[in-house]
C-alpha cells in the first residue's frame, strides 16, 4: 500500500538558529521568535492552562508530520498536545514567550513561574548536540 506523505512541514523548518547578544547561538520558531522550556530541577514541567496563554506552545503547522530544524538544531521531536502535535527539543516540550514582541527577544529567559524556570533553548547546550563538548568532572552523562 502507498502511503502519501504530506510535506508541508519538511519544506519549512519550524525551529532554527539564531544569534542572541546576550545568549549566544539560540532556537527560534520559523517566525524568529524564541523557543524556551520549562523545568524545575532539570526535570521538565508541563505548561497547561492559563500558563499557555502566557508561553504558547510550539506546534507543528497543520500538514506536519514531524518536527523540522535548521542547520544546528538536534534532538527535535513531538508530543501529542492541546491544538496538535508540540515540538519537543531533548524531550522537552517547548513554549514561545508572549512578551517577546520582536525576532529575537529573550525576555523569558530566567523568569520563574508555573511552577518552575523558564530558559531560553540554547544551541549545542544539550547532550545529544554534535559539537565539542567541554570538559566538566565525573562521569555522569546526563542533567
Known amino acids: 500500500a502507498k502511503t502519501s506523505s504530506t510535506?508541508?512541514?519538511s519544506?519549512?523548518?519550524v525551529v532554527k538558529t539564531a544569534n542572541s547578544t546576550t545568549?549566544?547561538?539560540?532556537v527560534v520558531t520559523s517566525a524568529g521568535k524564541t523557543v524556551y522550556t520549562l523545568s524545575n530541577n532539570g526535570a521538565s514541567v508541563p505548561c497547561t492552562g492559563s500558563c499557555l496563554t502566557v508561553w504558547p506552545a510550539v506546534l507543528l503547522p497543520a500538514?506536519?508530520?514531524r518536527a523540522t530544524g535548521g542547520e544546528g538544531v538536534t534532538g527535535l521531536g513531538d508530543i501529542a498536545a492541546a491544538g496538535g502535535q508540540q515540538v519537543t527539543v531533548d524531550g522537552k516540550p517547548v513554549?514561545?514567550?508572549s512578551v517577546d514582541t520582536s525576532p529575537g527577544d529573550t525576555k523569558g529567559d530566567g523568569i520563574t513561574s508555573f511552577g518552575g524556570t523558564w530558559?531560553?533553548?540554547?544551541v549545542g547546550?544539550?547532550?545529544s548536540a554534535t559539537t565539542s563538548?567541554?570538559?566538566t568532572s565525573g562521569s555522569s552523562s546526563g542533567y
Open 7 to 9: 510535506s508541508a512541514g
Open 11 to 13: 519544506a519549512t523548518a
Open 23 to 26: 545568549l549566544g547561538k539560540i
Open 63 to 65: 500538514g506536519a508530520t
Open 95 to 97: 513554549y514561545t514567550f
Open 119 to 122: 530558559h531560553a533553548v540554547k
Open 125 to 127: 547546550s544539550s547532550s
Open 133 to 135: 563538548t567541554p570538559t
